[in-house]
């Protein structure tokens, strides 16, 4: 896929990498463009269309851009740079300001193809990153290297060696402007801008559905088969353990859509075949489970000659996938100060200190949980404090070097006293785990086999509507996602589709006590350890003897360390 790889030292630029499109024009403007845009672009290259626009409009071009995309902008007549990202973050964008220079691009391990620019691990990054499995915005693992926000553009001032970030879009703002008709009307208009965002996403041929058959993929491939003339792909990667597989249920909606569809089991070969893998793909450590599925189905894609993949990424953070939404409205309603003292007797009780209790099912984590649950002061810092897996103390007590926990997402989220809660959960979500979680999986998969990653459930005039949409319709009498399930309703019949969800629960703790165990013990043992000189040694091998010895408290902690030593051992080796 096009990428790029640039700095600016001394005011001149210097172009490393560049990226398929690549646009100068007497030599003032030059532009590097990653991504595709929606836009109707028509003869122009993306470059000469991004140029076109900068000099009718300026920087406020931005605004008129549709599609996932990284850019960079530079001005030489006014001794400007601008990098921007598009709204929703798909495409990542990384920058490190030194007194090297300022480098920009799209893989951050690239960075070391600078002269004299080392890459090293940030020790509270590492931290972070035991604590959620990847690294949320604006850091990178990296010290001194950030990831651009989505929907921002950076500024350098060249010429003064000032930079300045501008966000030109908000999610948060789209809840403030509360619009309503009647439910009717409300279904219907969603429905139409699905149907626009699909056709829009789907105009790149040929082009596979990820199905998994719920609410989300089915909806989309549905309509995309709807659209078609011809009988459109769709791919499900199924599993041998029932309780996880819903491979039978999307192939009985392939049937019914008259799909051409593909699944494939994944097996033990799989496992040993992908695990390694996420090393390569991922540009930083990432340890969502459900990664190697993701980058098989990327293969899959490529096997059958699909350039382009459409996904449901987004459909729960926006159409309201909420839990617990009563919970958190009391929680936040409950006085400071009664919280407060709820919560001061619980922190005297030494949990994580009793013998039998310390390794009984995740106790102390989960205690603490609730302690800071009732001290938390927002709707952000309450999933935040969910999500978390380590105890600020174990980082300490892991990581060498570590010092404070890092500035996120999470701190900078301010949806205002009359957003509602439903709001401010999936809001939350689709700025921290969807943004660095979910599209950092699909994105990075699709992108090693250079398939396109297409999401028409974040089109901006679709999240735009929904955000507008009362909470009381988005999730009705206790039913979430009401007004997708309605439109989808109107392509599947409900008994095909409506079941309970099987969730995705991915076997990794039998994998690691299988299939992985001499892998995983070849990246975690005391020599290993010990050479990297980045983990207290003795802290990491307890929680890999405490997971062998059958205590599965440990099989998150343990896999997040495993895989950042499989990605750590392949950057170490690609750095030569």
């Known amino acids: 896929m096009k990428k790029f790889l640039a700095y600016i030292y001394k005011e001149r630029l210097s172009i490393i990498e560049r990226a398929t499109t690549i646009r100068t024009l007497e030599s003032d403007i030059t532009?590097?463009?990653?991504?595709?845009?929606?836009?109707n672009v028509t003869e122009l290259s993306e470059a000469e269309y991004i140029e076109k626009l900068y000099r009718d409009e300026g920087i406020e071009f931005l605004n008129r851009l549709e599609?996932?995309?990284a850019l960079a902008l530079y001005d030489k007549k006014h001794k400007k740079l601008y990098i921007a990202k598009d709204r929703v973050g798909v495409t990542p964008l990384y920058f490190s300001h030194t007194e090297k220079g300022f480098i920009f691009g799209t893989r951050v391990q690239e960075f070391s193809m600078v002269n004299d620019f080392k890459l090293t691990i940030n020790p509270n990054a590492l931290g972070h990153y035991l604590q959620y499995g990847y690294i949320l915005q604006p850091n990178s693992i990296f010290s001194n290297c950030y990831k651009l926000n989505a929907g921002e553009y950076l500024t350098l001032?060249?010429?003064?060696?000032?930079?300045?970030?501008?966000?030109?879009?908000?999610?948060?703002?789209?809840?403030?402007?509360?619009?309503?008709?009647?439910?009717?009307?409300?279904?219907?208009?969603?429905?139409?801008?699905?149907?626009?965002?699909?056709?829009?996403?789907?105009?790149?041929?040929?082009?596979?559905?990820?199905?998994?058959?719920?609410?989300?993929?089915?909806?989309?491939?549905?309509?995309a088969q709807r659209q078609s003339s011809q009988k459109i792909d769709t791919f499900t990667i199924g599993f041998y353990e029932n309780r996880i597989n819903e491979a039978p249920y999307a192939k009985a909606i392939a049937k019914h859509l008259g799909t051409n569809h593909h699944e494939h089991y994944?097996?033990?070969?799989?496992?040993?075949?992908?695990?390694?893998?996420?090393?390569?793909?991922?540009?930083?450590?990432?340890?969502?489970?459900?990664?190697?599925?993701?980058?098989?189905?990327?293969?899959?894609?490529?096997?059958?000659?699909?350039?382009?993949?459409?996904?449901?990424?987004?459909?729960?953070?926006?159409?309201?996938?909420?839990?617990?939404?009563?919970?958190?409205?009391?929680?936040?309603?409950?006085?400071?100060?009664?919280?407060?003292?709820?919560?001061?007797?619980?922190?005297?009780?030494?949990?994580?200190?009793?013998?039998?209790?310390?390794?009984?099912?995740?106790?102390?984590?989960?205690?603490h949980k609730i302690i800071e649950l009732l001290l938390s002061k927002s709707t952000p810092k309450m999933i935040q404090n969910r999500i978390s897996l380590f105890l600020e103390e174990?980082?300490?007590?892991?990581?060498?070097?570590?010092?404070?926990?890092?500035?996120?997402?999470?701190?900078?989220?301010?949806?205002?006293?009359?957003?509602?809660?439903?709001?401010?959960?999936?809001?939350?979500?689709?700025?921290?785990?969807?943004?660095?979680?979910?599209?950092?999986?699909?994105?990075?998969a699709m992108n090693y086999?250079?398939?396109?990653?297409?999401?028409?459930?974040?089109?901006?005039?679709?999240?735009?509507?929904?955000?507008?949409?009362?909470?009381?319709?988005?999730?009705?009498?206790?039913?979430?996602?009401?007004?997708l399930?309605?439109?989808?309703?109107r392509y599947i019949p409900?008994?095909?589709?409506?079941?309970?969800?099987?969730?995705?629960?991915?076997?990794?703790?039998?994998?690691?006590?299988?299939?992985?165990?001499?892998?995983?013990?070849?990246?975690i043992n005391k020599k290993r350890l010990d050479k990297d000189n980045l983990f207290y040694t003795s802290y990491i091998l307890n929680i890999r003897d405490n997971f062998y010895a059958g205590n599965d408290a440990y099989k998150y902690k343990l896999w997040r360390v495993f895989i950042f030593q499989l990605w750590y051992e392949n950057f170490c080796s690609n750095k030569g």
């Not at 532009?31 to 836009?39: Q, R, T």
Request: some cysteine.
């Open 31 to 39: 532009v590097l463009f990653s991504g595709f845009l929606l836009n």
């Open 67 to 69: 599609g996932n995309f």
């Open 157 to 223: 001032d060249i010429k003064n060696d000032v930079i300045t970030h501008h966000s030109y879009w908000s999610l948060e703002n789209c809840y403030k402007k509360k619009e309503f008709s009647t439910e009717e009307h409300t279904i219907h208009k969603a429905n139409e801008l699905l149907n626009q965002s699909v056709e829009k996403n789907c105009y790149k041929k040929p082009f596979g559905v990820s199905l998994s058959g719920g609410y989300d993929s089915s909806t989309l491939a549905a309509i």
């Open 266 to 367: 994944f097996n033990a070969k799989d496992i040993l075949n992908f695990i390694p893998k996420i090393a390569k793909v991922y540009d930083e450590p990432f340890a969502d489970h459900a990664s190697s599925p993701t980058i098989l189905t990327s293969q899959l894609l490529k096997e059958n000659h699909n350039e382009n993949l459409i996904a449901g990424d987004g459909g729960d953070e926006v159409f309201a996938t909420a839990e617990n939404v009563q919970d958190f409205e009391k929680l936040k309603a409950t006085p400071l100060l009664l919280k407060q003292l709820f919560a001061q007797p619980l922190s005297y009780l030494p949990i994580g200190k009793i013998p039998y209790l310390k390794n009984y099912n995740n106790l102390p984590l989960k205690y």
């Open 394 to 444: 174990e980082i300490e007590s892991s990581v060498k070097g570590y010092q404070t926990p890092l500035y996120t997402t999470f701190d900078t989220l301010n949806f205002g006293g009359d957003t509602q809660m439903v709001d401010e959960i999936i809001g939350t979500y689709f700025k921290t785990t969807m943004v660095d979680g979910e599209l950092v999986k699909s994105y990075s």
């Open 449 to 483: 086999n250079n398939i396109r990653l297409s999401t028409p459930y974040l089109d901006r005039e679709l999240i735009e509507y929904i955000a507008k949409v009362p909470s009381s319709i988005k999730i009705k009498n206790g039913i979430k996602k009401y007004i």
């Open 485 to 489: 399930k309605e439109i989808a309703y």
């Open 494 to 523: 409900k008994e095909l589709i409506e079941r309970p969800k099987c969730g995705f629960d991915i076997p990794f703790g039998e994998w690691m006590r299988d299939e992985l165990k001499d892998i995983l013990y070849a990246q």
